[in-house]
């Protein structure tokens, strides 16, 4: 089989690169090993993956579904009184800032609704695990071997092979990516279930994601997937995860009534209805992600912290970006340069470092951080929290970030201050 572009995995980096391609007229064919639709983890997604969304068509399924419209991210304090709130905003060609929502939604239904327009428009899914590349005698990738579903081995030649695993990093462990080296919350265990009738706000907050904070790497997630269904999940270090010695089940259920009242309080009896899940390890970076012939989108080349639910729109938008660095080279563009897509994997570090930073500020001066998001620096707050990264003019708020990120700061002179600033957000 031959073909222009070759995709590994058909999660969200994968399914919106083929997407992408299409926009610009390229076909291409993904490899997929799993039968959709699966379990998957990762249901809240910014304001910007929205506005993703609707650019490549999914507004009227995204209403047909009735997926919760988010309207915002609220983090409670410790206490469970105090809380920031980031409204879900859009910024106009000129410049304002407007109220926006975007959604959050089950990833067995998104991700089969993404890989059916990915197909519709024209892509090809062979159902198989990708086993090797296809390397030139010069290294260049060219292609990959695949064992397909029924068992047969396929060879699938292409000008352009883009990673999409997720954290399979297919092409770091074959050798071609470079080396995978452990993140800052790479120590870090997530357990996670859906329950049912848990107490939600009333109103237009109904479906925001809700994150309580107990200790420095010690949260959990409220995130509503459907009228009923709420997907939760306590995120701790694995050494205490280890101390506890109880199965995941029995963990997920103490935890949600001991991490933080708030949840508590939404959840008085916790019956989990689906299988209690974990993920540990997760964080991790890959830093030469680009080369002869192929490129890697999404998580196949960094993952950092779940906490603010920036993953599938890291997909997604690494996917968009992919498209247009490979329709130049595939025009001839680029195709002599050493790397021909070494401004792809500038641009793709450029948002996910603005995450790092917001994700290590938040652990480390978590009181100011919050007295940033809520009032010194707001918008600011409001456009990294949607996804508006891929700048290389730094904001304000991203410098006083970048600053508390590095530990550089003093801490904020009273917690006070916070409260008084997250008392009007909590009320
Ligand atoms: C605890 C936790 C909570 C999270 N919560 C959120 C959240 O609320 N919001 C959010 O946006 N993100 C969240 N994330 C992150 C999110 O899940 C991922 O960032 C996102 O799924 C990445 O998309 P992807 O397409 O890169 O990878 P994936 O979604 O993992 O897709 C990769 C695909 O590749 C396939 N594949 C792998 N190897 C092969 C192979 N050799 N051959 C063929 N196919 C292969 C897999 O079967 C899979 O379908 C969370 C992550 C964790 C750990």
């Not at 997407?19 to 490899?31: A, N």
């Not at 926006?100 to 062979?126: E, Y």
């Not at 420095?216 to 269904?229: A, C, M």
């Amino acid at each position: 089989m031959k073909t222009d572009v070759v995709i590994i995995g058909g999660g969200p980096a994968g399914t919106a690169t083929a997407l992408y391609l299409e926009k610009e007229g390229i076909p291409s064919v993904i490899v997929e090993k799993d039968e959709f639709p699966r379990y998957h983890i990762g249901e809240s997604l910014t304001g910007e993956c929205g506005k993703c969304l609707r650019t490549l068509g999914f507004a009227d399924e995204m209403k047909q579904y009735e997926h919760p419209v988010k309207r915002g991210v609220k983090v409670y304090g410790p206490n469970g009184k105090n809380a920031f709130y980031v409204p879900v905003m859009t910024r106009s060609d000129e410049g304002e800032l407007a109220v926006s929502s975007t959604w959050s939604m089950p990833r067995d239904a998104f991700d089969k609704m993404m890989m059916d327009k990915a197909i519709a428009r024209g892509a090809t899914l062979v159902k198989g695990r990708a086993t090797a590349p296809i390397l030139n005698e010069n290294g260049g990738v060219r292609g990959v071997e695949v064992r397909t579903a029924d068992d047969k081995n396929i060879r699938i030649e292409a000008e352009v092979v883009v990673d999409a695993s997720g954290p399979a990093t297919f092409l770091s462990n074959k050798g071609v990516a470079g080396k995978k080296s452990r993140g800052n919350y790479s120590r870090q265990i997530a357990v996670f279930s859906q329950v049912k009738n848990a107490i939600r706000d009333e109103g237009p907050t109904r479906g925001d994601t809700l994150i309580f904070f107990q200790k420095k790497n010690h949260w959990s997630w409220f995130i509503p997937l459907d009228d009923g269904t709420v997907s939760v999940g306590v995120t701790v270090p694995s050494d205490y995860f280890l101390s506890k010695n109880e199965s995941k089940h029995d963990f997920l259920v103490r935890e949600l009534h001991e991490v933080n009242p708030e949840i508590k309080r939404r959840i008085p009896e916790v019956v989990l209805t689906e299988e209690a899940r974990a993920i540990s390890n997760y964080s991790y970076h890959i830093k030469e992600f680009t080369g002869d012939g192929f490129l890697c989108v999404g998580d196949s080349h960094r993952f950092i912290d779940p906490i603010f639910s920036f993953g599938v729109y890291f997909g997604i938008k690494e996917g968009e970006f992919s498209a247009k660095a490979i329709k130049a080279y595939l025009d001839g563009e680029t195709r002599g340069l050493a790397n021909p897509f070494a401004d792809y994997q500038r641009q793709s570090e450029v948002g996910q470092d603005v995450i790092q930073a917001l994700i290590d500020a938040f652990w480390n001066e978590p009181l100011a951080f919050a007295f940033f998001a809520h009032s010194r620096y707001k918008d600011d707050f409001v456009d990294m929290f949607a996804g508006r990264i891929y700048t290389d003019e730094e904001s304000p708020g991203l410098v006083a970030m970048k600053k508390i990120a590095a530990g550089a700061m003093a801490k904020m002179d009273s917690e006070s201050e916070f409260a008084g600033a997250t008392a009007v957000a909590a009320a």
